[in-house]
C-alpha cells in the first residue's frame, strides 16, 4: 500500500466540511490513497508552539498508521502518554515540536 502526504489544496477542503474554518484559515495535509484523502490534519501556530487542532482518518484506512505519517510529516514527535486521561477510558498522546 502507498499513502501518499501532501499539503492540503482547496479542492480537499470540501470533503472536510466539519472543520470547515480550521481548513480555510489553518495549515493542513492530507492523506492520499488511491486518489482519495483518507485523512487529514490541521494545526495553528501561537508563539513558539505548534497545535494539532482537528485530525481524522477515515474508519477504512485505521490501522493503517496514516495518523503517525501526518503527525511525523510537520515534525511533532511524542512527549508523553498519558493513562486512562478520558472519563470513558483511552490514553491521550502528548505531542510537541520545537519550532
Known sequence: ?????????????????QIRYAARNQNGFVAVENRNVSGFLTYRLWKKTAYITWMAVERKSWGKEIGKFLVRKIGFRLLRIDKDFYPQGGNREVLQKDL
Do not use: Q
Open 1 to 17: 500500500m502507498t499513502v501518499t502526504i501532501r499539503k492540503m489544496r482547496t479542492a480537499d477542503r470540501s470533503g472536510v466540511r
